[in-house]
């Protein structure tokens, strides 16, 4: 209740689109809706400048005023004008706040080179944004499918419909495939290495919440659509595509990243790296937290956290009395780590002072609202299927496939990954390299880095 008291309330916003000729504002996705031409003249103040009877066509009411909610602008080249290199399009976005009495506005102007190189084209895209994006559309159209499979009074299941989803996912992926590896001779078609992190978001999407099969009841499924066609950036690209922050609370800040091409996220003790939402950060001696946005920041423990390699035997542990409360402090240590980060993600802070992490007064930069839920369990809990079920099953790839993909398993020995696999839940799903073969793509292995 308190947060929603605290929210900002709307006060007539508006938000007018503008592009240069041939491009045209195709749909807009989110918490606004389309005005007509005379709501969007008295928005604007356009009626004592001028009769502008082609603004309601770019003309949006905003439904909220704060930062938890965020429109998605599609635009499309209706062919019209020449945009043969060298050319520029131009696109302008104005808020319009207050009503006529009290106005103001805020106006940011984009100009976009336009290239006919496809590498030039991969290199220039802002992989969050577009991966949000197509997500949004996948998504929306998805809704609607349900939407008209209920209106209609059909019987048929909605799994019929989440297969129709998929479908659109997998041709969305290969279609970007076949774009870039345009006169390649190589079967299967070679994937833009500079694309892959889209490709891996459309993994995800696959398998999250929203479309997978193992998240959720219908409804379930429909509030989580909702939410993430309505909710910032920033949190709608976490809620497609989970980020896992590992902990290491021994370690000395200034001394560097336990894990091999890691860094400390957030510059202070205790030290939390960001590796790849894969279920190879699930080693018994980790303590981790996976942050997936609007459906809630789960913390994970192993249970061998604080205990020597050599001293770990199973599901029992053989110590001395100094070393097992040496074990018992850094694993309280630890569930207090991950418990603190996961709250403080889950109210939707991500940056802030050592104060915050302990408890303290942060400064949010990304609201969520409502707030979701956060849990910490054990290793071998029945609450860990929370966390277990948002991460790929890459136990299954090839260990150069898991080397370039997730830093901290390299060096592992073969044997070791066999232990692994050999712990890891059973599941039948398919890794991300799988899922690309199966589409007849060809993934290339590069190294993962931290590029959200």
Not at 40 to 50: D, F, L, Q, S, V
Not at 328 to 347: D, G, P, Q, W
């Amino acid at each position: 209740l308190a947060a929603a008291a605290a929210r900002p309330t709307p006060r007539g916003a508006a938000l007018t689109i503008h592009a240069s000729k041939g491009v045209r504002v195709a749909r807009l996705v989110g918490a606004a809706d389309v005005m007509s031409a005379e709501d969007a003249a008295r928005a604007t103040g356009a009626a004592r400048r001028e009769k502008n009877t082609a603004l309601a066509a770019t003309a949006f009411a905003l439904r909220g005023a704060d930062d938890s909610q965020s429109v998605s602008a599609y635009f499309e080249y209706d062919g019209t004008a020449s945009l043969d290199e060298p050319a520029f399009v131009h696109l302008q976005f104005i808020t319009w706040i207050g009503d006529e009495n009290e106005r103001s506005a805020r106006c940011v102007t984009l100009r976009v080179s336009t290239t006919s190189s496809a590498v030039a084209y991969a290199r220039a895209v802002h992989l969050p944004t577009a991966s949000l994006l197509a997500a949004r559309r996948l998504v929306l159209e998805a809704h609607e499918d349900d939407t008209l499979r209920v209106g209609a009074g059909s019987s048929a299941s909605s799994r019929k419909n989440t297969g129709a989803s998929v479908a659109r996912i997998e041709k969305c992926v290969s279609r970007v495939a076949e774009a870039f590896s345009a006169g390649a001779d190589s079967s299967p078609a070679p994937f833009p290495e500079a694309l892959v992190p889209f490709a891996e978001a459309m993994y995800h999407l696959r398998r999250g919440p929203m479309l997978g099969v193992g998240f959720g009841h219908d409804d379930e499924k429909t509030t989580a659509r909702l939410a993430f066609l309505f909710a910032s950036h920033d949190v709608a690209y976490r809620s497609l595509a989970p980020v896992v922050y590992a902990w290491n609370g021994e370690r000395d800040v200034r001394s560097g990243s336990p894990f091999p091409g890691t860094e400390n996220v957030f510059g202070e003790e205790p030290f939390f790296a960001k590796l790849p939402a894969l279920d190879l950060a699930l080693a018994p001696h980790s303590a981790i937290v996976v942050d997936h946005g609007l459906f809630g920041a789960f913390g994970w423990v192993g249970r061998d956290v604080g205990v020597e390699p050599g001293e770990a035997s199973g599901d029992a542990t053989t110590t001395t009395t100094s070393s097992g409360a040496n074990a018992n402090a850094t694993r309280e240590a630890a569930v207090e780590a991950v418990t603190s980060l996961a709250t403080r993600l889950a109210r939707g802070s991500r940056s802030g002072s050592r104060s915050d992490i302990n408890g303290g007064t942060s400064t949010a930069n990304t609201s969520v609202f409502p707030a979701p839920p956060s849990l910490v369990a054990a290793e071998g809990s029945s609450a860990a299927r929370r966390v277990v079920c948002r991460l790929a099953p890459a136990h299954r790839d090839a260990p150069h496939e898991q080397d370039a993909r997730f830093p901290p398993v390299r060096g592992t020995s073969l044997e070791a990954r066999r232990a692994f696999a050999a712990r890891a839940p059973p599941t039948e799903e398919l890794t991300f390299f799988q899922w690309m073969r199966g589409l007849g793509v060809d993934a290339p292995v590069t190294p993962w880095a931290p590029w959200r």
